[in-house]
């Protein structure tokens, strides 16, 4: 649980280094660049993989891509204390929903309870783009990066299983994702996403690295724990999220996201019962 919690501190940091810069698809490229040398230098420390493995990662790169896709483009529209939550708020019932049905992983009833929890408390935080005049053109984008997300989460908890070998796994496909993404984005928009000098390149490593993080943390835990218990388990990112808005972007605290956020504690602690 407490690796987790780490994993989701370091996703809510990556989200506000892309938010702080300049041109958000600049800085999720550079992201993407910088995650080349990072899966390479880790998967080459790990074994080959074997050949069932190959069809997992290119499936994980596909979906990461239309992640960082319509969520570049979400920050483009919205503060990072609405689009985050949105974003990531259906995601663990999508996964839920999927899991229930399609996988062979023991989720109790309270699970599915903490996870319900936790989804109302993060679509709760984002209700401010209908009552507070924020910009709804962030809500299509958003939605399509939450359903990203719950597609990369089973393709990950399922092909890592496949791999046995959850680093190895998570340093592939971090090469594959930075390939596509920057590669794609280069092809539509042209080296001038890539403006933004040594200070742009060097927040675009320090946000991989912790992308990496992350990643690589919650994708080793869904090869030993149920994996929708641990896609709602990280999405606590949100509080970090709304926590790094507040204090660093300026954003509003109010009493609803007070609430929000005390429902998704309430749905974490469900989530371990």
């Not at 019932?93 to 109790?108: H, K, N, Q, S």
């Not at 009552?131 to 997300?149: C, I, K, N, W, Y």
């Not at 092809?187 to 991989?208: D, E, T």
Request: with cysteine; charged share 10%; glycine share 12%.
């Amino acid at each position: 649980m407490l690796a987790v919690l780490g994993a989701a501190f370091l996703h809510a940091l990556w989200n506000a280094m892309i938010k702080l810069g300049a041109s958000k698809v600049g800085s999720m490229v550079v992201l993407s660049v910088m995650e080349i040398p990072i899966g390479l230098a880790v998967a080459m420390t790990r074994p080959w993989p074997h050949t069932a493995v190959w069809p997992w990662v290119l499936a994980a790169g596909c979906t990461h891509f239309a992640y960082k896709f319509f969520l570049t483009y979400a920050y483009e529209q919205g503060d990072l204390s609405r689009v985050y939550p949105i974003a990531r708020g259906a995601a663990p019932m999508i996964v839920a929903g999927v899991g229930a049905v399609f996988l062979a992983d023991a989720v109790t009833r309270g699970q599915y309870g903490g996870i319900v929890m936790l989804g109302l408390g993060i679509l709760m935080m984002a209700r401010g783009i209908f009552t507070d005049g924020e910009q709804r053109r962030l809500l299509p984008f958003a939605l399509g990066s939450a359903a990203a997300t719950a597609s990369y989460t089973l393709i990950d908890g399922l092909g890592a299983r496949i791999s046995g070998d959850a680093v190895a796994y998570v340093g592939w496909i971090f090469v594959f994702d930075g390939l596509l993404f920057s590669g794609g984005m280069l092809a539509l928009k042209g080296r001038k996403v890539l403006a933004g000098g040594l200070r742009g390149w060097a927040w675009g490593g320090a946000a991989s690295a912790a992308s990496y993080g992350a990643y690589a943390i919650s994708v080793w835990a869904m090869t030993v724990a149920p994996i929708a218990v641990v896609a709602a388990l990280r999405e606590t990112s949100i509080l970090f999220a709304v926590l790094i808005g507040w204090l660093v972007f300026g954003e509003r605290m109010t009493p609803t996201k007070a609430l929000a956020a005390l429902m998704i504690v309430l749905g974490v602690i469900l989530t371990r019962l």
